[in-house]
Nanobody, 121 residues
C-alpha cells in the first residue's frame, strides 16, 4: 500500500558530503513524520534524524551539527544532507515514515529497503 524509494547513498571520503532522498507513495492520507535510521554491522539500528509535518526535527547525538534533515510535504519526500562525514557514519541508512493509510485512516509505520553509505578514511 505504501512504498518508500530511497536514493543518494554511495562511497565518499572522510570530510565529504552526501545527500539522501526518500519519497513515499501509495495509499497515503497524511504523513506525521519522516526520517532516517541507520545500522552499522554488528550494531543496533539507531536514529539519525526525524522531521514532523510541522517541521520539528530531532537528531541523533552523533550527527548533530553535521547532518540536516528537510522535507517537501507536497512531494512526500524527505532529504538528509550529510556533511563532514566520518568513517563511523558508515552504515545502511533506512528511510522511515509514520503515516495514516488513506482507505482506513489507521496509523502505519514503515522502513525503506536501505541505502549503503560508506565513508573511507
Amino acid at each position: 500500500q505504501v512504498q518508500l524509494v530511497e536514493s543518494g547513498g554511495g562511497l565518499v571520503q572522510a570530510g565529504g558530503s552526501l545527500r539522501l532522498s526518500c519519497a513515499a507513495s501509495g495509499s497515503i492520507f497524511s504523513i506525521n513524520a519522516m526520517g532516517w535510521y541507520r545500522q552499522a554491522p554488528g550494531k543496533e539500528r539507531e536514529l539519525v534524524a526525524l522531521i514532523t509535518s510541522g517541521g520539528s526535527t530531532n537528531y541523533g547525538d552523533s550527527v548533530k551539527g553535521r547532518f540536516t534533515i528537510s522535507r517537501d510535504n507536497t512531494k512526500n519526500t524527505v532529504y538528509l544532507q550529510m556533511n563532514g562525514l566520518k568513517p563511523e557514519d558508515t552504515a545502511v541508512y533506512y528511510c522511515y515514515t509514520d503515516l495514516r493509510i488513506r482507505s482506513t485512516l489507521l496509523p502505519f509505520t514503515s522502513y525503506g529497503q536501505g541505502t549503503q553509505v560508506t565513508v573511507s578514511s
